[in-house]
Nanobody, 121 residues
Framework: QVQLVESGGGLVQPGGSLRLSCAAS????????MAWYRQTPGNERALVAS???????KYADSVKGRATVSRDNTKSTVHLQVSSLKVEDTAVYYC???????????????WGQGTRVTVSS
């Protein structure tokens, strides 16, 4: 059983910064892609940032220049740092990982339970 557990959400003032972390636990083989998505009411979940095992990084246009995604393969964790936060960054942020269970070849998508970020004064 693989679980992703996020941390770091909460209430932040506009202009502030936050750091989200997500740790995977279980019998994990290798993790190909780690990513952060976010979702607001009435909208689909949208990519915020992703990082592959090879180090390729993508950012949504809305956070480019303000966000940094990083991963620690030794700890099966992914982090998202966002600065200059805006009210429109308010959302539930979800961690995502594409990985295989140790000893098996098939890869599956796993999601965290979500952590709420509210940007408000």
């Amino acid at each position: 059983q693989v679980q992703l557990v996020e941390s770091g959400g909460g209430l932040v003032q506009p202009g502030g910064s936050l750091r989200l972390s997500c740790a995977a636990s279980g019998t994990i083989g290798s993790i190909r892609t780690m990513a952060w998505y976010r979702q607001t009411p009435g909208n689909e979940r949208a990519l915020v940032a992703s990082i592959t095992s090879g180090g390729a990084i993508k950012y949504a246009d809305s956070v480019k220049g303000r966000a940094t995604v990083s991963r620690d393969n030794t700890k099966s964790t992914v982090h998202l740092q966002v600065s200059s936060l805006k009210v429109e960054d308010t959302a539930v942020y979800y961690c995502y990982m594409n990985l295989n269970i140790w000893g098996l070849e098939e890869r599956y998508d796993y999601w965290g339970q979500g952590t709420r970020v509210t940007v408000s004064s």
